[in-house]
Structure formats: structure tokens, C-alpha cells
């Protein structure tokens, strides 16, 4: 059995997640690198190859998806074994999408600090990733249906928690301006992806 060497890298645009991940894998002795986005992420993959890859989907810049058909395009990085987090992203065709683009693992977040461990552990150990990459056009074609479904998702979401607001008691409605807060923040994420893509599919197509 071959055990794969080299530090872990962890990619999550939110910090304290970033961090609470990096001291889980640590007291096990992991040595373990982050990275804020996927452009991040690269850069450090490029300076030293990590032995697996950790990272959250809706990130600024290059997200999880982008950031998974990245590293299974090129020869170079095609190898490590990446795992997917996400708590936006949580259906069935989000989970067939994941492992559709190269992630050998898609957990929903927030994930229990044991099955990350266990996740990490196979990884560790598990097969390479195999198989051809998704091709530029079927990926930015079916990224493209995931970031619309998501928005409309958004967009229903705000609506609930909008209302739920208005109708909430006082000592209530901070709670529920955090959740509407959020959720725009997710939105207007997503937004954007889906904007840049529109771009990047008429060069591709």
C-alpha cells in the first residue's frame, strides 16, 4: 500500500472554517498549507504538489468546481486526490457534478470532524484519480446549469427569509438580517461566476 506524501492542502475562503480544519488535520499530525480561493490554491500547488487536495465549492475567484477541473486537466497535478466541501452545494446533481469533474469526495458541510478524518485517511491511501477529464465545453456547459439552478435556489431562499424578517418578533430579527445577509452574499457569488461564464462559454463554443 502506498501512502501518499506531502502537506494537505486546505482551500476555504471563510477563515475561521480555513482554521478550524487546519487544527483538526494538525493534532493528527498532518502538516497541513491554505489557500483563500482556487487562484490561491494554484499557486501553491505549483510551488509544492500537496498529497491531497481539501476545498470548499462557492469561493471569489476560481471556485471549487473550476479549481477541481484544473487540477484533472493538467498532467502534472491530474494525480492528487482532491475532496470537496460545500454547504451551498448539496444536492444529488451537485454531489454527481463534483465527482463528475474530478473529486474523488463530496462532503456536505459543516462536516463532522471524524468523517473528514476518515476521508482524508482514504485518500491518503486510495487509488489515483483515473479516467479522462471532462472537456472544456461539457464542463463550463454543466457548471453553467449548476450556478442557474443555485441562483434560483438563492433567489427563493432570500424571499423565505425576507418574509420570515418581516414577520418576526424584535428579538428575532438580528438573527434572520444575518441569515438575509448571508444569503445575498451567496447570491451576488454566484452571480458573478455565472456572468464570468457566459464569457468563457462563447470563447469555448
Given at each position: 500500500m502506498?501512502?501518499?506524501?506531502?502537506?494537505?492542502?486546505?482551500?476555504?475562503?471563510?477563515?475561521?472554517?480555513?482554521?478550524?480544519i487546519a487544527v483538526q488535520l494538525r493534532l493528527r499530525g498532518y502538516t497541513v498549507v491554505t489557500a483563500r480561493d482556487g487562484q490561491e490554491a494554484?499557486?501553491?500547488?505549483?510551488?509544492?504538489?500537496?498529497?491531497?487536495?481539501?476545498?470548499d465549492i462557492?469561493?471569489?475567484?476560481?471556485?471549487?468546481?473550476?479549481?477541481a477541473h484544473k487540477i484533472r486537466s493538467d498532467p502534472q497535478t491530474a494525480g492528487i486526490p482532491l475532496l470537496l466541501l460545500s454547504a451551498t452545494y448539496v444536492s444529488?446533481?451537485?454531489?454527481?457534478?463534483?465527482?463528475?469533474?474530478?473529486?474523488?469526495?463530496?462532503?456536505?458541510?459543516?462536516?463532522?470532524?471524524?468523517d473528514l478524518l476518515v476521508a482524508v485517511a482514504d485518500a491518503l491511501t486510495g487509488q489515483t484519480p483515473s479516467g479522462p477529464p471532462m472537456s472544456e465545453r461539457e464542463f463550463?456547459?454543466?457548471?453553467?446549469?449548476?450556478?442557474?439552478?443555485?441562483?434560483?435556489?438563492?433567489?427563493?431562499?432570500?424571499?423565505?427569509?425576507?418574509?420570515?424578517?418581516?414577520s418576526?418578533?424584535?428579538p428575532q430579527r438580528e438573527t434572520y438580517r444575518h441569515l438575509l445577509a448571508e444569503a445575498?452574499?451567496?447570491y451576488d457569488e454566484i452571480q458573478r461566476e455565472l456572468s464570468v461564464?457566459?464569457?468563457?462559454?462563447?470563447?469555448?463554443?
Amino acid at each position: 500500500m502506498t501512502v501518499r506524501t506531502g502537506p494537505i492542502l486546505v482551500v476555504e475562503d471563510i477563515a475561521h472554517v480555513r482554521d478550524l480544519i487546519a487544527v483538526q488535520l494538525r493534532l493528527r499530525g498532518y502538516t497541513v498549507v491554505t489557500a483563500r480561493d482556487g487562484q490561491e490554491a494554484l499557486e501553491l500547488i505549483a510551488q509544492d504538489k500537496p498529497a491531497i487536495v481539501i476545498s470548499d465549492i462557492l469561493m471569489p475567484r476560481v471556485d471549487g468546481f473550476a479549481l477541481a477541473h484544473k487540477i484533472r486537466s493538467d498532467p502534472q497535478t491530474a494525480g492528487i486526490p482532491l475532496l470537496l466541501l460545500s454547504a451551498t452545494y448539496v444536492s444529488a446533481e451537485d454531489e454527481r457534478f463534483a465527482l463528475g469533474v474530478g473529486a474523488i469526495r463530496f462532503l456536505p458541510k459543516p462536516v463532522e470532524g471524524d468523517d473528514l478524518l476518515v476521508a482524508v485517511a482514504d485518500a491518503l491511501t486510495g487509488q489515483t484519480p483515473s479516467g479522462p477529464p471532462m472537456s472544456e465545453r461539457e464542463f463550463y456547459i454543466n457548471y453553467r446549469q449548476r450556478l442557474k439552478t443555485k441562483l434560483q435556489q438563492k433567489t427563493q431562499q432570500i424571499a423565505r427569509t425576507q418574509q420570515q424578517l418581516d414577520s418576526a418578533a424584535e428579538p428575532q430579527r438580528e438573527t434572520y438580517r444575518h441569515l438575509l445577509a448571508e444569503a445575498q452574499e451567496q447570491y451576488d457569488e454566484i452571480q458573478r461566476e455565472l456572468s464570468v461564464l457566459v464569457n468563457v462559454l462563447q470563447d469555448v463554443e
